[in-house]
């Protein structure tokens, strides 16, 4: 294949376009063919748009643009693929490429470049759109309001849940101790990311309760920002990106892990060093930093190895029937997918139920889901049957962006199930 110029980060990935054969298991497995039946949407198809562009067969247009677009990164065509073709490496290479050639439209690549990675910028533009979310859009459902369309950068009619009226680094101080007579186990670092950051703090205050009580000095960083998943794999951005790496590595030195709530940042993060590096000393310094990334189950079960009596629900939960969402960047990404379930079936006094492919894509995927609202909100109608053939009380998942997908989903479906994260259940 002759090397077209333009197209350096696809070309690193040039052995797992070659790997593909196109013998289509990924189509029963991918969420986006699932629904659109396209060759396009489907991983093979997307190799070939890619060879194609590679080889200067095609000419980058906008159409190529979203059917690169059009891929939620779920791993699903990877995990089924008998060659194991790597295709969203190649996918988010691809749009790196197109980003260096096309840039990024408004007002997206404004706020990737300029808002998402000055934290206290970001924050305070966040309060001024909580400010008019509160004044001028509806409540929908207890602590969910609507964002309605003309907000189509932010939700395109999503339900979403208050921006918090306080932030969690606002609320909590940069070193937290256990309590006074509790050894002192390990030391580590949180990374809160954007959305416990600002949506969800009280799920970050409950995770450093739980970790003191059992041993675990953690250290909040005001020198992180965001993960930057948004950025470079969902956009392509891979300058931006860089910078949000190096900001992440120099914030978290020194500290025995790294603790995260969400997959899709521990996941993003761990990928750094495979497509942001650039030189042999940012490699080295984001597979260090990688090393020490744990999602907060595997923490708990592979680390500290807590005895299931600490796992106990708290009180609003006891007696809850309760269901799990597996997030993709859980499980595919971070091989982390008994970790959660043996905290939940440790928990005495809630009785746990299995919904049928609860490892199955939701939907949401970062700015998949706001490129693509109509078709993120289709692949989440088949989670929604999932959950409602559980009859649980409860779902509760290990991502916040999921979280925010599943409370969008059942408030659409008007469903009686709660939705949350899986520490907000312990005591």
């Known amino acids: 294949m002759k090397k077209k110029p333009g197209y350096e980060q696809t070309e690193r990935f040039k052995a797992d376009l070659d790997k593909c054969t196109r013998c289509g298991f990924c189509m029963s497995a991918?969420?986006?063919?699932?629904?659109?039946?396209?060759?396009?949407?489907?991983?093979?198809?997307?190799?070939?748009l890619v060879r194609s562009l590679l080889s200067g067969a095609l000419a980058e247009t906008k159409e190529m643009e979203e059917q690169l677009n059009r891929c939620t990164l779920c791993m699903t065509c990877a995990q089924n693929c008998p060659?194991?073709?790597?295709?969203?490496?190649?996918?988010?290479?691809?749009?790196?490429?197109?980003?260096?050639?096309?840039?990024?439209?408004?007002?997206?690549?404004f706020i990737y470049r300029h808002l998402l990675p000055r934290r206290r910028l970001f924050g305070n533009i966040v309060r001024m759109v909580s400010w008019f979310q509160g004044i001028f859009?509806?409540?929908?459902?207890?602590?969910?309001?609507?964002?309605?369309?003309?907000?189509?950068?932010?939700?395109?009619?999503?339900?979403?849940?208050?921006?918090?009226?306080?932030?969690?680094?606002?609320?909590?101080?940069?070193?937290?101790?256990?309590?006074?007579?509790?050894?002192?186990?390990?030391?580590?670092?949180?990374?809160?990311?954007?959305?416990?950051?600002?949506?969800?703090?009280?799920l970050g205050i409950k995770i450093i309760k739980f970790l003191n009580k059992n041993g675990v000095e953690v250290i909040v960083p005001r020198g992180q920002g965001c993960c930057g998943a948004p950025v470079f794999l969902g956009a392509g951005d891979f300058t931006t990106g860089r910078k949000m790496a190096d900001t992440n590595a120099a914030a978290f030195?020194?500290?025995?892990?790294?603790?995260?709530?969400?997959?899709?940042?521990?996941?993003?993060?761990?990928?750094?060093?495979?497509?942001?590096?650039?030189?042999?000393?940012?490699?080295?310094?984001?597979?260090?930093?990688?090393?020490?990334?744990?999602?907060?189950?595997?923490?708990?079960?592979d680390v500290l190895k807590l005895p299931a009596a600490a796992y106990r629900a708290a009180p609003e939960f006891k007696g809850k029937t309760v269901t799990y969402h597996e997030p993709c960047h859980l499980n595919r990404y971070l091989g982390v997918k008994e970790q959660p379930r043996h905290i939940l079936k440790s928990m005495a006094d809630i009785k746990y139920v299995e919904m049928a492919d609860a490892d199955r894509c939701c939907g949401m995927a970062g700015t998949f889901s706001v490129y693509f609202y109509e078709l993120s909100k289709k692949i989440a109608d088949k989670k929604a049957a999932s959950i409602a053939a559980t009859g649980a009380d409860i779902v509760v998942t290990d991502c916040p962006g999921c979280q925010i997908q599943l409370i969008d989903t059942t408030s659409r479906h008007k469903m009686p199930q709660q939705v949350r994260h899986i520490m907000e259940l312990l005591d």
């Not at 063919?33 to 949407?41: A, D, F, N």
């Not at 060659?83 to 690549?109: E, H, L, W």
């Not at 309605?148 to 921006?163: E, M």
């Open 83 to 109: 060659a194991g073709t790597n295709v969203p490496a190649v996918i988010t290479a691809a749009r790196a490429d197109k980003v260096k050639q096309r840039g990024i439209p408004f007002p997206y690549g």
């Open 137 to 202: 859009l509806p409540k929908t459902n207890g602590s969910i309001r609507h964002l309605s369309f003309f907000l189509s950068a932010l939700g395109k009619g999503r339900h979403i849940p208050n921006i918090a009226p306080k932030f969690l680094r606002e609320s909590i101080p940069e070193v937290n101790k256990p309590p006074a007579g509790v050894e002192v186990k390990y030391t580590v670092g949180y990374f809160t990311g954007c959305m416990t950051d600002f949506v969800f703090p009280e």
């Open 30 to 48: 991918c969420p986006v063919y699932r629904e659109e039946k396209v060759e396009s949407s489907v991983a093979r198809g997307k190799i070939v």
């Open 253 to 301: 030195k020194n500290l025995d892990y790294i603790i995260t709530d969400c997959a899709t940042c521990a996941s993003s993060m761990k990928d750094y060093a495979k497509f942001l590096a650039d030189n042999d000393a940012r490699k080295q310094a984001y597979e260090q930093f990688a090393g020490k990334i744990k999602d907060i189950t595997e923490f708990l079960v």
